[in-house]
């Protein structure tokens, strides 16, 4: 147990230089989108992952990209939120909760669209991932209030209005997922648990 900690603290926050988990995933995802096919194979629909049990999607939908100013957005955010992210809580951490991110909305959000909730269609992104990881570290920040009016809480809902001003076509009800997932008591223990254990 030792060596893991230890080996978890050479991997996390000392480490001078652009973090080696935002280095893989922005990698992943760059991979993916010159991948001709990718698209199809791994974003995230209610028929794809449901009946066809295909549990991979739940996380792999985070790394593929239908169009560029996503796949910038995404990528931009990767590399300003990501490495800090990552710096703050480890490797390991970083990247074990940013596929709990993906897979957690991901899953209610597929949930939803099979009962009726939403209009079914294909989505992907890594954006939604980070709106679930911002929310959560919302729920950890001492300061009850920002610009004096605008409660903690509420920040990833005003976050999230600019970035539909930026992309108006992004799924908003897995964006909503994220949130509540990110906001609700279980991301942010484990946020805390995981960082703790690090």
């Given at each position: 147990?030792?060596?893991?900690?230890?080996?978890?603290?050479?991997?996390?926050?000392?480490?001078?230089?652009?973090?080696?988990?935002?280095?893989?995933?922005?990698?992943?995802?760059?991979?993916?989108?010159?991948?001709?096919?990718?698209?199809?194979?791994?974003?995230?629909?209610?028929?794809?992952?449901?009946?066809?049990?295909?549990?991979?999607?739940?996380?792999?939908?985070?790394?593929?990209?239908?169009?560029?100013?996503?796949?910038?957005?995404?990528?931009?955010?990767?590399?300003?939120?990501?490495?800090?992210?990552?710096?703050?809580?480890?490797?390991?951490?970083?990247?074990?909760?940013?596929?709990?991110?993906?897979?957690?909305?991901?899953?209610?959000y597929s949930l939803?669209?099979?009962?009726?909730?939403?209009?079914?269609?294909?989505?992907?992104?890594?954006?939604?991932?980070?709106?679930?990881?911002?929310?959560?570290?919302?729920?950890?920040?001492?300061?009850?209030?920002?610009?004096?009016w605008v409660p903690?809480?509420?920040?990833?809902?005003?976050?999230?209005?600019?970035?539909?001003?930026?992309?108006?076509?992004?799924?908003?009800?897995?964006?909503?997922?994220?949130?509540?997932?990110g906001s609700s008591?279980?991301?942010?223990?484990?946020?805390?648990?995981?960082?703790?254990?690090?």
């Amino acid at each position: 147990m030792h060596n893991l900690s230890l080996l978890c603290s050479r991997l996390g926050s000392n480490r001078p230089g652009f973090p080696l988990g935002t280095t893989c995933l922005l990698s992943v995802m760059l991979c993916t989108w010159l991948v001709k096919g990718a698209h199809d194979s791994v974003s995230l629909g209610p028929d794809a992952v449901l009946p066809g049990l295909q549990v991979y999607r739940l996380w792999s939908y985070a790394f593929c990209h239908r169009e560029m100013p996503s796949l910038l957005s995404s990528a931009a955010i990767m590399v300003v939120f990501g490495q800090w992210q990552e710096r703050r809580w480890g490797t390991v951490c970083f990247v074990a909760l940013s596929l709990i991110s993906s897979s957690i909305p991901g899953l209610l959000y597929s949930l939803l669209i099979y009962i009726g909730v939403g209009q079914p269609s294909p989505v992907c992104g890594y954006s939604a991932t980070h709106f679930a990881m911002f929310s959560a570290q919302c729920r950890h920040i001492k300061q009850r209030r920002v610009f004096q009016w605008v409660p903690v809480s509420a920040v990833p809902c005003l976050v999230l209005g600019v970035h539909f001003l930026v992309l108006p076509t992004s799924p908003v009800l897995l964006y909503l997922c994220a949130i509540c997932v990110g906001s609700s008591c279980i991301l942010s223990k484990l946020t805390l648990e995981l960082y703790c254990f690090v």
